[in-house]
């Protein structure tokens, strides 16, 4: 929701449309359009702060004001606040940095992946490392549901060892990399009973030649169902033996309906 242009915007397809002013189902016009992202941040910090100059960098930023742009500015302390998505978490060198805050740090760990609590610890392990390079005494605030997170807690203290130590024990435990190899398949049609009937198809012929050593989940929607104008199913397969994943991954050469992703960082 961009409350600044009153338009829904999809930022995996680029699909745009007027938010409803009633409620589609029940016809109730009081609906309150309401941003959460960094537009919305911005907004409350510069009427807390009307005095300072300051930067917003995220998807829809103007390609003159992007952090590569205004990198100089940053350093050298002739913005005072910047507001951001990851991009600005990784890889700046700021002197003048005294404080940084993450809204809503526990976002990711609510996203399906088994690779989410790794991406949450190096999202708050890279932004503490953002502050304390120099000599400056610096701040960093954490807003989170979730306190006692792991993740969060051995970002905080930038703990890898510690982090690895928890997390291994929950890859082994749920049987995931580096414990199995991953395989997964993604069946892509313009229709929707296209894409669920053929993901069944192929999945009923994987259980029927390669039940042995192996799991198999789904079909299921894949967590971008709808991109565009296709609609996408997947099936994940698990096996301690990459050579058999192989083989199944050569069984859809040729098929230009699926996506075969062979060792996957992750299964979004």
Not at 6 to 21: D, S, Y
Not at 23 to 37: F, R, T, Y
Not at 166 to 179: C, G, L
Not at 181 to 207: D, F, G, M
């Amino acid at each position: 929701m961009h409350t600044d242009r009153f338009q829904l915007v999809c930022h995996i397809c680029g699909h745009k449309e007027r938010p409803p002013t009633s409620c589609p189902d029940c016809g109730e016009p009081e609906i309150i359009h309401k941003g959460i992202g960094t537009k919305a941040i911005e907004e409350e910090i510069r009427k807390l702060f009307p005095n300072k100059k300051i930067a917003r960098f995220d998807a829809d930023s103007d390609k003159n004001e992007t952090v590569e742009k205004l990198y100089h500015q940053i350093r050298n302390g002739e913005i005072d606040i910047i507001i951001g998505t990851q991009v600005i978490a990784k890889g700046l060198d700021l002197p003048n940095l005294k404080t940084v805050c993450v809204v809503q740090a526990d976002a990711g760990l609510a996203l399906p992946d088994f690779t989410s609590s790794e991406r949450n610890f190096q999202l708050i392990s890279q932004v503490v490392g953002r502050v304390g390079r120099h000599s400056n005494e610096s701040n960093v605030i954490i807003q989170t549901y979730q306190p006692e997170a792991p993740s969060i807690q051995f970002g905080l203290k930038q703990d890898y060892a510690g982090f690895y130590d928890f997390e291994i024990k929950n890859r082994q435990k749920q049987n995931y990399p580096p414990f199995v190899y991953l395989l997964k398949l993604t069946c892509v049609y313009k229709t929707e009973i296209s894409a669920v009937r053929n993901s069944q198809k192929e999945a009923h012929e994987i259980r029927k030649k390669f039940s042995k050593d192996i799991q198999i989940f789904g079909p299921t929607p894949a967590f971008y169902e709808r991109i565009g104008e296709t609609y996408r199913w997947q099936i994940v397969i698990k096996s301690k033996k990459r050579a058999q994943l192989l083989t199944i991954a050569r069984e859809f050469q040729g098929k230009p309906q699926w996506r075969v992703d062979l060792d996957p960082p992750g299964l979004i």
